[in-house]
């Protein structure tokens, strides 16, 4: 009987460790998963950030390009209007040629101005969507690590509720073999044939027939 309470002990014991792993296990898988989720996020917002860097650069070229147009047809006018005064007989430089030369420099002025004024709002506007993507990515990174540290607790728990659980166990073993078949400083009486006796039991004892028992 002893043995066989063992056993179911035993196999309780066993089936009792197996759910306290799978349930850990499971639940670590699933933060896991988050935490895969998380990163992905993480690195998309990076890689949106480094295209949106990259978008930066392209506007400063683009807005630089537009400046090189202006100044050239800066260029392009002021020529023109010289050869109107000089096939004109207009002195450059003087009277009206000087006044339609100040004109077309301010006109020039006032759209390198504005040209520069939306370069800077396009490219600032454009350094804010960068760093609010890396924001981003650095939120999530944060996440995904967190994810992976509950991941790594769940699984601790999960080898500490099964060592527990192991504990207990010896424990009933432990009692159940000092506490149960033991025959050691005991003293038997009856009129059962003393190899029965001592098949039900463990250990070697000291018997003692009963005088009553014929």
Not at 30 to 52: L, M, R, T, W
Not at 181 to 190: P, Y
Request: overall charge positive; hydrophobic content about 35%.
């Amino acid at each position: 009987m002893c043995s066989l309470a063992i056993a179911l002990t035993a196999a309780t014991t066993g089936l009792q460790m197996a759910g306290q792993y799978q349930q850990s296990r499971a639940q670590a898988a699933a933060y896991e998963a988050q935490s895969q989720a998380a990163q992905a996020q993480a690195d998309a917002a990076y890689q949106n950030a480094k295209i949106q860097n990259k978008q930066s650069e392209q506007i400063a070229e683009k807005y630089a390009y537009e400046q090189r147009k202006l100044d050239n047809q800066r260029k392009l006018v002021l020529g023109q209007q010289t050869a109107a005064a000089g096939a004109s007989g207009i002195a450059g430089g003087v009277g009206s040629s000087l006044d339609l030369y100040n004109a077309t420099m301010d006109a020039w002025q006032q759209d390198t101005n504005n040209l520069l004024y939306n370069q800077r709002n396009t490219i600032y506007g454009s350094m804010v969507k960068e760093v609010n993507l890396r924001n981003y990515g650095n939120a999530y990174s944060a996440m995904a690590s967190n994810y992976n540290s509950m991941a790594s607790a769940a699984k601790q728990q999960g080898n500490l509720a099964m060592f527990g659980t192991l504990l207990g166990a010896a424990s009933q073993f432990a009692g159940m073999k000092t506490g149960g078949g033991s025959t050691a400083n005991k003293t038997w009486v009856g009129n059962v044939p003393r190899s029965v006796h001592e098949a039900t039991g463990t250990g070697s004892g000291i018997y003692v027939r009963n005088p009553y028992g014929g």
